[in-house]
DNA sequence: CCATCTTACTTGTGAAATGCAAGTTAAAAT
DNA sequence: ATTTTAACTTGCATTTCACAAGTAAGATGG
C-alpha cells in the first residue's frame, strides 16, 4: 500500500487542493514531464530543457518533488559529480495528470508537438501503460548512460 | 470545433506546458473546482470557499479565466449587482484533469472528502457524465437563484 | 426616499516568490 | 597541473501574493 503523510498544514483537505498545493506553479511538472516523457535523469538536462528554467528555482523544485516523495535521487557509481534524478510509484502516477493536460490543451490551445498529441488520442490506455513499462525498465538499469 | 487562439508568446509549444501556462497556480482550479462541483456562480460564493481567497487575487483570476475563455459572465437579470459566471466547454473539458488529480491525491496523499473520491473510483466515466450533464441543465436556467 | 446593507470589486503595503547573473565546490577530463 | 563539467548557491532587482481597508453601484427596510 502507499504510503500517506500526515499532510501538513493545507488549507483544506480536499484532494483537488492537495494536487494544487503540491503541483501548482509554473515548473513542478515540466520537470515530471522531462523525467517521465523525455528519459531526463540530470539537473543539467532539466536546466537545459525547452522552457529554460533557471538554476535557482530548478534546484529549490528538485527539493520540493523530492521532499513530497515524488521523486529520488541517487550518486552516479561512475561520475562522482553526478545525481541520478528518478521517478518514484508516486511520480509515474501522474501520468494519467499529464495525459489529460495535454489532450485539454490540444483541444482548446494552439500547441505543438502534435505526434504526442495523436498517439495518447489513439490509445490513451496503452500510451500509459507504455510509460509505466518504459519507468520500470529505467528503475532496473539506474546507473547506465 | 472548438476554437483555438493563435497562442500568445509561450515558453514552449508543448501541450503539457500550454495547459501549466493557463492553470498552473494555487488558484484557478480551485475556483473552476467551485463551479464544477458545487455550482457556485457568483464572486461572493468563491470569496467564502473554504481555502479563503483574497479578493484581489480572485478579481484577477476569474479575468485571467474569462480570457483564456474557460469561463464566462452575464448580468444577473434579477440583481443588478451580480454577475453570473459560467464555465464555457473549454472549462467543462477539465473535468478529466480535476479527476485525475483528485484521484492522485487520494491514493498518495491524507486527504479528506472521501465520498467524493469514492465516488470517482467507482465509475470514473459515469462520474465525467454526470459532471457534463449538471453543467449542460446549469446553462438552460443560467438565471435561476 | 433615505440610511443601511450587499455585491463586486480596487487600492495600498509589506512579504514572499521569481528571474537573472555571477560565483562556488568537488570531481573529471586533458 | 590546468581546464571543464556538474550541481548547485548567493545576491539583487522585479513580480506576484496576502492581508487590510476602501469604493461605487444597486438592493433593501422602515
Redesign the pocket.
Same mark, same amino acid.
Given at each position: 500500500m502507499p504510503k500517506k503523510k500526515p499532510s501538513p498544514k493545507r488549507r483544506s483537505g480536499c484532494p483537488l487542493n492537495a494536487s494544487v498545493e503540491i503541483l501548482g $506553479? @509554473?515548473?513542478s511538472l515540466l520537470i515530471i514531464r522531462d523525467m517521465m516523457l523525455r528519459g531526463f @535523469? #540530470?539537473?543539467?538536462?532539466? /536546466?537545459e530543457s525547452y522552457e529554460?528554467?533557471? &538554476?535557482?528555482? =530548478?534546484? $529549490? !523544485? /528538485? !527539493?520540493k518533488l523530492v521532499a513530497h516523495g515524488i521523486i529520488t &535521487?541517487e550518486q $552516479?557509481l #561512475?561520475?562522482?559529480?553526478? =545525481?541520478?534524478?528518478s521517478l518514484t510509484r508516486k511520480g509515474i502516477d501522474l501520468a494519467p495528470v499529464f495525459t489529460e493536460m495535454v489532450l485539454w490543451a490540444a483541444g482548446h490551445e494552439d500547441t505543438g508537438n502534435q505526434a504526442l498529441v495523436r498517439l495518447i488520442q489513439k490509445d490513451k490506455e496503452k500510451f500509459l501503460a507504455e510509460v509505466r513499462q518504459r519507468w520500470a525498465e529505467k528503475r532496473v538499469r539506474s546507473t547506465a548512460n
Open positions: $506553479d @509554473r515548473w @535523469r #540530470s539537473y543539467k538536462e532539466f /536546466l529554460r528554467i533557471a &538554476t535557482n528555482i =530548478l534546484a $529549490d !523544485r /528538485l !527539493r &535521487t $552516479d #561512475s561520475d562522482g559529480r553526478k =545525481l541520478i534524478y
